[in-house]
């Protein structure tokens, strides 16, 4: 836990969540500002920054590729879009790394 993070805050329960799904490793939950029917963020209950610090930990980012994939199979999820800001340039706010995981209306590429 770190102290100061609110997803780690989401972890330990002290931030409430709407908890989409949970697993020792990982929880998902509802995005606060949703950006299509489904926005569900997905993250480890350890705290990495971002995406490359979870790559230094091939166990971890194994597992949340899984819990990802899970989420995606309880939600019922054939096609959705699977984003990890990676700095605050592109867009990343909170430094515990989370994949957003957007499904329920059509999407355009490249994204803005
Ligand atoms: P980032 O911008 O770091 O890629 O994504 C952070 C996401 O966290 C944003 O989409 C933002 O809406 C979401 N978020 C920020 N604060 C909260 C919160 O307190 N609860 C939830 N559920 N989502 C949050
Ligand atoms: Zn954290």
């Not at 995406?51 to 949340?64: D, F, K, R, Y």
């Not at 309880?74 to 984003?83: I, K, M």
């Amino acid at each position: 836990m770190v102290e100061g993070c609110l997803f780690c805050g989401i972890v330990e329960g002290s931030v409430p969540a709407d908890k989409v799904y949970e697993d020792a490793d990982a929880i998902a939950f509802t995005d606060i500002n949703p950006q299509a029917p489904t926005h569900v963020l997905v993250i480890p209950r350890t705290h990495y920054v971002d995406l490359v610090e979870l790559a230094e930990h091939p166990t971890a980012a194994s597992t949340l590729a899984q819990a990802i994939a899970a989420v995606a199979r309880e939600l019922g999820l054939s096609d959705f879009r699977t984003v990890f800001n990676t700095g605050a340039e592109v867009g990343q706010s909170v430094f515990h790394v989370h994949a957003h995981v957007l499904a329920g209306r059509p999407m355009t590429w490249p994204p803005g």
